[in-house]
C-alpha cells in the first residue's frame, strides 16, 4: 500500500499567479499521476510523473501550462501556471502499485479556486 | 465520447433499497477496477476483476466482469447511508500504464 499526502489541501488564487502542488509518498513507487476533478464528477488524467525525465501529458494538457517535477520515487510536484477561473478543480495525486492490476492510492486532492 | 461510460449518472435512494451501476465500453480491457470516493478523500480501490464474466463479492456488493471484457456492473443490496459516495470503474490504457476512469455515478443513500 502507499500513503500520499497532499499540499496545500485547499488555496484561492488571483488570475494570473501560479501555484505548486506537492505530492509525498510514504513508500517508493514506480509510477505517479495527477488528476484534475470537478466537484461530483470523474477524474481526468493531467500527466504520468516520471522520475528523472520530463513528464508524459494527455491531450489536452501541456507542459508549459502544468509543469511537473519528480526528482525521486516518492515525491512529485504539480505546478498549475498563470492561472484562470477555468482552472478551478481538485487536483489529485496518485501513485500505482507494480503490474497491470495495480491499485492506485490517492492523496486527499487539492482544491483549488481561481478568482 | 468517454472510454468508459457509467449509468446511472446520479441515483438517490432510500435505505434498504438495492441497486445497479453500470460501466460500458466498446473496448476490451484486460482488467478492470471499481472505486469509492468519498467527499474531500482520493477515490478508494474496491474490487479488480480480471477474468470475463467474473463475479466477485464484498459484504453487500457484488461486481461483475462482462463476458467480453467490455462491461461491468455493480450491485448494491440492502444500500445504507454509509454507501453515499461517488463510485468510479477504471481500466488500464496506454499500454497498461495508465488509469482511465469511467463517468462516475453519485449515489446518495438516505435514510
Known amino acids: 500500500s502507499a500513503v500520499i499526502s497532499q499540499k496545500p489541501s485547499r488555496d484561492i488564487c488571483q488570475r494570473g499567479t501560479s501555484l505548486t502542488i506537492q505530492c509525498q509518498v510514504d513508500?517508493?513507487?514506480?509510477?505517479m499521476f495527477w488528476y484534475r476533478q470537478q466537484p461530483g464528477q470523474s477524474l481526468t488524467l493531467i500527466a504520468t510523473?516520471?522520475?528523472?525525465?520530463?513528464?508524459?501529458?494527455e491531450s489536452g494538457f501541456v507542459i508549459d501550462k502544468f509543469p511537473i517535477s519528480r526528482p525521486n520515487l516518492t515525491f512529485s510536484t504539480l505546478t498549475v501556471s498563470n492561472m484562470s477561473p477555468e482552472d478551478s478543480s481538485i487536483y489529485l495525486c496518485?501513485?500505482?502499485?507494480?503490474?497491470?492490476?495495480?491499485?492506485?492510492?490517492f492523496g486527499e486532492g487539492s482544491r483549488l479556486t481561481v478568482l | 465520447t468517454q472510454l468508459l461510460e457509467q449509468s446511472p449518472q446520479f441515483l438517490s435512494i432510500q435505505e434498504g433499497e438495492n441497486l445497479t451501476v453500470y460501466c460500458n465500453s466498446s473496448s476490451v480491457f484486460s482488467s478492470l477496477q471499481w472505486y469509492r470516493q468519498e467527499p474531500g478523500e482520493g477515490p478508494v480501490l474496491l474490487v479488480t476483476v480480471v477474468t470475463g464474466g467474473e463475479v466477485k463479492k464484498l459484504k453487500r456488493l457484488t461486481f461483475q466482469f462482462g463476458d467480453a471484457r467490455k462491461d461491468s456492473s455493480l450491485h448494491i443490496t440492502a444500500a445504507q447511508p454509509g454507501d453515499t459516495g461517488l463510485y468510479l470503474c477504471a481500466a488500464p490504457t496506454g499500454g497498461g500504464n495508465k488509469l482511465t476512469f469511467g463517468t462516475g455515478t453519485q449515489l446518495k443513500v438516505e435514510l
Open positions: 513508500s517508493q513507487v514506480t509510477m
Open positions: 510523473a516520471n522520475q528523472g525525465s520530463e513528464a508524459t501529458y
Open positions: 496518485s501513485a500505482r502499485t507494480s503490474g497491470p492490476t495495480g491499485e492506485l492510492f
